[in-house]
Nanobody
């Protein structure tokens, strides 16, 4: 069973930065894809960014140019560097993973989910 543990959330003012981490248990995932999703109160969950085993990345439009997803394969950890944060970025952020080909941001593709970490951006 793959376990994902997020950390790094918190409260910042608009324009600030946060870096989220997602540590994956050492269970081997072939051709893995790791993604970040977020869900604000009263809204549907939405994709943020994803990265595959080869390092290819995908970003949703609202975060392009502000967020960067990266990974440390030796540590089985994925990061989400969030800069120029806006109040509309406020949400619970979830790390997710699946194995197999393809690494887009369709949440139905993801089998494994973390417990989430809260990000709050004040104006």
């Amino acid at each position: 069973q793959v376990q994902l543990v997020e950390s790094g959330g918190g409260s910042v003012q608009a324009g600030g930065s946060l870096r989220l981490s997602c540590a994956r248990s050492t269970v081997t995932l072939s051709n893995y894809c790791m993604g970040w999703f977020r869900q604000a109160p009263g809204k549907e969950r939405e994709g943020v960014a994803s990265i595959d085993f080869g390092g290819s990345t995908t970003y949703e439009d609202p975060v392009k140019g502000r967020f960067t997803i990266s990974q440390d394969t030796a540590e089985n950890t994925v990061y989400l560097q969030m800069n120029s944060l806006k109040p509309e970025d406020t949400a619970m952020y979830y790390c997710a993973a699946h194995s197999g080909w393809g690494c887009d941001l369709d949440s139905d593709d993801y089998k494994y989910w973390g417990q989430g970490t809260q990000v709050t951006v004040s104006s």
